[in-house]
C-alpha cells in the first residue's frame, strides 16, 4: 500500500477537464507544500509536471496546474489531449531523514 | 541536456549478485545527490536510496537499508545500485533519478532514467 492515496483511474474527452487527487496525512502532504507530481507514459523516463504544489517547470503546459487543501493535493489537467494519457504520480516530502513518499498512481484516460 | 541512461535489463536467479548503473551526462555530476526509485510489478514508487558523489553522503529508506548498496563513481559519473543476494521480491523496474535537495530536502525529482527491469526468478 502506498503512503499517499490516489485513485486508480481518471478519464476524461478531448478538451475537457480531470482532476487527479493524492490524499495524505498531517505528516506529509498536509505540512508541507513539498508536493510534486510526474506524468509517466510506459517504458519512457517519468517527466516532472508540477512541484511545490503548484509550480511548473519550463516546458510543461499551462494546462497542468496543482493544488493543495489540507491533507489532499490535486492535479488538474485542462484542456485534455490524446497525449496526456499516461500514469501521473504524486510525491511529498515526508519529514527529516525521510525520502519522501509516492501515490499508487493514477492511470489517465482520453476518450 | 541532463541525461541518466540505465544498464539493460537483467534476468537473474535467486541468490545471484546484481548491479546495475546509471551513467549521467549533462551537468557536474558531483555536484548533485542522485539515487533509485523501485516500481514493484503494478504498485507505485518508492525511493530506495540517495548518494552524494562527492562526499559521498549515504540516505537509504530504512525499507532498503542492508537490502541494497548504493554507490558512485566521479571518474565515471555513474552511479550503482548492488545486490549481494537476490530474492525473487526484488523483481521490478528500477529508476535512476536525480532530485533537487535543498538542506537534506527533496524538493523535485527533475530527471529519471528509462528504468531497467530486474528480473529475479528461478
Known amino acids: 500500500q502506498s503512503a499517499l492515496t490516489q485513485p486508480p483511474s481518471a478519464s476524461g474527452s478531448p478538451g475537457q477537464s480531470v482532476t487527479i487527487s493524492c490524499t495524505g496525512t498531517?505528516?506529509?502532504?498536509?505540512?508541507?507544500?513539498?508536493v510534486s507530481w510526474y506524468q509517466h507514459h510506459p517504458g519512457k523516463a517519468p517527466k516532472l509536471m508540477i512541484y511545490?504544489?503548484?509550480q511548473r517547470p519550463s516546458g510543461v503546459p499551462d494546462r497542468f496546474s496543482g493544488s493543495k487543501s489540507g491533507n489532499t493535493a490535486s492535479l488538474t489537467v485542462s484542456g485534455l489531449q490524446a497525449g496526456d494519457e499516461a500514469d501521473y504520480y504524486c510525491?511529498?516530502?515526508?519529514?527529516?531523514?525521510?525520502?519522501?513518499?509516492f501515490g499508487g498512481g493514477t492511470k489517465l484516460t482520453v476518450l | 541536456e541532463v541525461q541518466l541512461v540505465q544498464s539493460g535489463a537483467e534476468l537473474k536467479k535467486p541468490g545471484e549478485s546484481l548491479k546495475i548503473s546509471c551513467q549521467a551526462s549533462?551537468?557536474?555530476?558531483?555536484?548533485?545527490?542522485i539515487g533509485w526509485v523501485r516500481q514493484m510489478p503494478g504498485k507505485g514508487l518508492e525511493w530506495m536510496a540517495i548518494?552524494?558523489?562527492?562526499?559521498?553522503?549515504?540516505i537509504y529508506n530504512p525499507s532498503f537499508q542492508g537490502q541494497v548498496t548504493i554507490s558512485a563513481d566521479k571518474s565515471f559519473s555513474a552511479a550503482y545500485l548492488q545486490w549481494s543476494s537476490l530474492k525473487a521480491s526484488d523483481t521490478a523496474l528500477y529508476y535512476c533519478?536525480?532530485?533537487?535537495?535543498?538542506?537534506?530536502?527533496?524538493?523535485?525529482?527533475?530527471?529519471w532514467g528509462q528504468g531497467t527491469l530486474v528480473t529475479v526468478s528461478s
Open positions: 533519478a536525480r532530485p533537487t535537495i535543498i538542506g537534506r530536502v527533496i524538493v523535485k525529482i527533475d530527471h
Open positions: 549533462g551537468y557536474t555530476f558531483s555536484n548533485y545527490w
Open positions: 548518494i552524494h558523489p562527492d562526499s559521498s553522503d549515504i
Open positions: 498531517y505528516s506529509d502532504v498536509g505540512n508541507y507544500d513539498l
Open positions: 511545490e504544489v503548484s
Open positions: 510525491s511529498s516530502f515526508a519529514g527529516s531523514n525521510n525520502l519522501g513518499v
